[in-house]
């Protein structure tokens, strides 16, 4: 199993928007619609922020939404504040009871 | 509110065995609703599962570290263990054990992670 790819960084200033991608193959995020994306910050543990591609737990903003097309998940932060600084990872169940973590992205509020 | 916590050493030998334990607290530990499970993070890059234990005792390992892991749950204690055997420095990582949930096959609760190191 490889790691998904993400992108090493993006960047968006106060009150905009950023993407991050997360792609995978037909047999991880293409399979399977539970795609989930974690926000860590630096010394601390993920904490999850999307599941099920677009779902999000109790307590998360509505300014964090997920998508999907074919193999490649996004998660789309809007109105980025100071606190999304943080590095984001998806993760993708690969079938067999295994899941697959990506490279991870570091986003930067600008 | 639901607290894990992993303990073991931080300091492991190569070609020795790497045993962490997890406690959890504050929740309900028994429960087909989620496994209990195992992610370690090398310095700088991305998680990677390890593998996950039922409360029944089933397990599931990543294949690519399935030859040298075992995950064991003690019931008694609301603990469950990760034995890793033949490490390398390539093992260097925080360590996290976590709580996943099955039905949508997320993780919802994590650990502080600990730091294992594996050097002579």
Redesign the interface.
């Known amino acids: 199993?490889s790691?998904l790819t993400q992108p090493p960084s993006a960047s968006g200033s106060p009150g905009q928007s950023v993407t991050i991608s997360c792609t995978g193959t037909s047999s991880d995020v293409g399979g399977?619609n539970?795609v989930?994306w974690?926000q860590q910050h630096p010394g601390?543990?993920?904490?999850?922020m999307i599941?099920?591609v677009n779902?999000r737990?109790s307590g998360v903003p509505d300014r964090f939404s997920g998508s999907k097309s074919a193999n490649t998940a996004s998660l789309t932060v809007s109105g980025l504040q100071a606190e999304d600084e943080a590095d984001y990872?998806c993760?993708s169940?690969a079938g067999?009871?295994?899941?697959?973590?990506?490279?991870?992205t570091k986003v930067s509020v600008v | 509110q639901l607290q894990l916590q992993e303990s073991g050493p931080g300091l492991v030998k190569p070609s020795e065995t790497l045993s962490l334990t997890c406690t959890v607290s504050g929740g309900t530990f028994s429960s087909n609703n989620y496994c209990w499970g195992w992610?370690r993070q090398p310095p700088g890059?991305?998680?990677?599962?390890i593998g996950?234990v039922y409360y029944s005792g089933s397990t599931?390992y990543?294949?690519?570290l399935k030859s040298r892991v075992t995950i064991s749950v003690d019931r008694t204690r609301n603990q469950f263990s990760l034995k890793l055997n033949s490490v390398t420095a390539a093992d260097t990582a925080v360590y996290?054990c976590a709580r996943r949930?099955e039905e949508?096959?997320?993780?919802?609760y994590?650990?502080?992670?600990t730091l294992v190191t594996v050097s002579s």
């Open positions: 199993q790691a399977y539970f989930s974690y601390k543990a993920p904490k999850l599941y099920e779902k737990p990872y993760s169940y067999g009871n295994n899941f697959v973590f990506g490279t991870g | 992610i890059k991305g998680p990677e599962w996950s599931y990543s294949p690519s996290y949930l949508m096959a997320t993780i919802d994590w650990g502080q992670g």
